[in-house]
């Protein structure tokens, strides 16, 4: 039972800072974190998804630029809903790969000597330190729950909300 809170928990606080720093702080700057609140955030996605803040960013102000029309880089009426669904993280790496465009709408995002050292060119340390880190705290759960944590924001996110939420209007 413990295992499962944990992961409810962890969970929760990743959808929390998706939805909260990534969303409504950094791409459309409507809310301002205290630095420690904001970096605990970073360092938290960094774990738990290995996203790129700047890149994160990007990739929704374009979504918000050409929302549901060619261009959109995840867009289930560009792509068809299937692929959304089932690959919205891969189209949201694809997009990333865009360093002209990640510049262009990234603009005004965390460029500390973390974000530069760490974060941006280690982003998949942090979901190997996760899954250590997991595994010590809760043993052999340790690596199921490490899968679900990384499941569940391209389940969450580009599947269910991006993907069905845009395909149903």
């Known amino acids: 039972m413990t295992e499962l809170i944990a992961t409810l928990v962890m969970t929760h606080i990743t959808i929390v800072c998706v939805t909260l720093y990534l969303h409504r702080g950094q791409a459309h ?4 974190f205290h630095p420690i609140l904001e970096h605990f955030m970073r360092a938290w996605l960094w774990l738990t998804t ?32 299937k692929r959304v669904f089932f690959k919205g ?62 499941i569940w924001i391209p389940f969450w996110a580009a599947g269910v909300i991006n993907g069905l939420a845009h395909w149903w209007g």
């Open 29 to 32: 700057r409507g809310i301002e």
């Open 50 to 81: 290995g996203m790129i803040t700047k890149q994160w960013v990007a990739i929704h102000r374009k979504h918000h630029r050409f929302s549901d029309a060619e261009g959109d880089p995840h867009s289930p009426h560009v792509y068809g809903i």
């Open 89 to 150: 993280a891969g189209l949201y790496h694809e997009a990333s790969k865009d360093t002209v465009m990640v510049d262009t709408y990234g603009r005004g995002t965390p460029a500390d000597w973390m974000e530069l050292h760490v974060y941006q060119p280690h982003s998949r340390l942090g979901i190997g330190l996760l899954f250590v880190l997991n595994t010590l705290v809760f043993g052999w759960w340790g690596p199921v729950i490490w899968g679900i944590q990384m």
